[in-house]
């Protein structure tokens, strides 16, 4: 083949492995190597395990060499969030108060990758304890969006979307709370997919909200994350919460017909204070549906204030219970905002969490009988409003900050706290050149339509084969990355 191997789809680079067109061993020091050149100036990476991955690797291109091939994953390269145990190894959250913590086992989702024969050349950053939403990070140095390194790749998985987008690997998994992996994605020009709460298993991943926390992928198109999603889908006897749900064949499912899906856009709360510029990007996206066939109508929606709400009450509890002992005794060993973010928690009254956790299923059921109803999925932003810089929302500016984080979450918060699966899919660019993403929101256990709706918007548009100056080599590097 011509041209760096590190700028091929997932997919596609699965299909050059199968015919013999490239090895994993190529791709995974063409990957390497970007890495090397990147990691000084976007910060994506914790550790780097190049001798690990060389010898994964060889191993992929000898199993091949046998007919022995585990699957299209098997070969490429990817990195995770480093919220995801390996055994023998210390898996930091995005801290330091886990530095002398090493996992006896490995996560489940980890485990389903090796299998799958997915070559793992480092672990990548996070926001602190998933609790972050911009990228910002004291312990490890901050991440950066590689369309612009002066703003935010996102949180708090978004060292995935910025290693993704930078073309450094094929696919990562991130964690999504009240949007972790859905904004990242819409930030950095990446496809984001939050699965329905149970879709994926949590065994081995560290917790920041265990009734609302979801493990999926973040990828260049929807094909790659469908790939990825088939690799960790399903029952887990390790994790009680893993729903015993028969996974399909999500990519068998890409190609099933759009025409005649219909697509609710919300009439109230999502649209109403959109940036002018976002805007038109989500209407352009809205007509290439429709000239698909997909019948897009407006439809009514219950107050999404009230789960946003809930969520918030359910999600400080939580996280106040799994960090109360550090919080008292460690306070000073937090980055800056994240602890105070959850002392609110300690003074939520067990009758206040109880009251919003059962308020779940009713308020699910009102959002399926009525708009999931009308619609096969219903259309929303990801976030209404253009993307800051690191400096703006910067913890520091404080009122910069608290202006900035008043939008996050708004469109994306709501679904979690109902469990629903949905998707985040690059729509262009806004003024600047910042990538921006529509997000697909669909009932429970419906990825594959999901992404069946994503495969077949970006089958008509071409914003996955744009990538950041940055993945060209123009950024040279000045530092190596940090070694494991």
């Known amino acids: 083949m011509t041209g760096n191997p590190a700028d091929l789809t997932l997919s596609a680079a ?63 390269p990817v990195a995770h969030k480093d919220l995801f145990d390996r055994a023998g190894r210390v898996t930091t959250a995005g801290g330091i108060l886990l530095n002398d913590r090493i996992a006896d086992n490995t996560a489940t989702v980890l485990a389903r990758l090796d299998a799958a024969g997915a070559v793992e050349i480092g672990t990548l950053g996070a926001s602190e304890f998933a609790a972050g939403a911009t990228g910002h990070n004291r312990h490890h140095g901050d991440c950066r969006n590689p369309w612009d390194p002066a703003r935010i790749p996102g949180g708090s998985s978004g060292a995935s979307a910025a290693a ?17 992996i859905r904004m ?57 919460t893993a729903e015993a749900v028969p996974v399909p064949d999500y990519r068998a499912a890409l190609e099933e017909p759009v025409a005649g899906l219909r ?28 000239g698909l066939g997909v019948a897009v109508t407006p439809v009514d929606v219950p107050d999404p204030a009230v789960p946003f709400r809930l969520a918030v009450i359910v999600l400080k509890a939580e996280a106040a219970a799994v960090h109360e002992d550090w919080m008292r005794n460690r306070p000073g060993d937090y980055d800056h905002g994240i602890r105070e973010g959850m002392d609110a928690g300690l003074s939520i009254s067990a009758i206040d ?59 994306t918060r709501p679904f979690s706290f109902l469990g629903l699966p949905a998707v985040s899919i690059p729509c262009g660019f806004q003024p600047g050149g910042m990538p921006a993403g529509f997000q ?39 530092a190596p990355a940090r070694p494991r």
Not at 264 to 289: H, M
């Open 353 to 411: 969490y109880l009251r919003a956790l059962r308020e779940r299923g009713p308020a699910l059921a009102r959002w399926l009988a009525g708009p999931l109803s009308q619609a096969d999925v219903l259309f929303t932003p990801v976030l209404d409003d253009s993307t800051p810089t690191l400096a703006e929302s910067a913890v520091a500016d404080s009122d910069g900050a608290a202006r900035v984080m008043a939008r996050f979450g708004r469109c």
């Open 440 to 478: 697909l929101v669909g009932r429970p256990f419906a990825e594959a339509a999901l992404l069946r709706l994503g495969h077949a918007y970006q089958k008509v548009t071409d914003w996955t084969e744009r990538a950041p100056a940055i993945a060209s080599g123009e950024a040279e590097p000045n």
């Open 263 to 290: 697509i609710g856009v919300p009439t109230s709360y999502f649209l109403d204070e959109v940036d002018g510029a976002i805007r038109a990007l989500l209407d352009a996206a809205l007509e290439a549906f429709a």
């Open 184 to 240: 990242p994605a819409h930030f950095c020009g990446a496809v984001g997919l939050r699965p329905t709460q149970g879709r994926v298993s949590r065994h081995g991943m560290f917790p920041r909200s265990w009734s609302m926390d979801s493990a999926g992928p973040l990828a260049r198109t929807a094909e790659d994350a469908a790939l990825l999603l088939q690799a960790v889908a399903g029952p887990d006897p390790a994790d009680p």
């Open 14 to 76: 699965a299909a050059q492995l199968a015919g013999g067109g490239i090895s994993a061993s190529e791709l995974a020091a063409a990957c390497l190597d970007r890495v090397v050149r990147q990691q000084p100036v976007l910060n994506t990476f914790l550790t780097v395990d190049a001798e690990g991955a060389a010898a994964a690797a060889a191993a992929s291109d000898a199993r091949r060499a046998r007919g022995e091939s585990l699957g299209p994953l098997d070969g490429v």
């Open 164 to 180: 993704v987008a930078a073309r450094q690997i094929f696919a990562s998994l991130g964690t999504d709370t009240g949007g972790s």
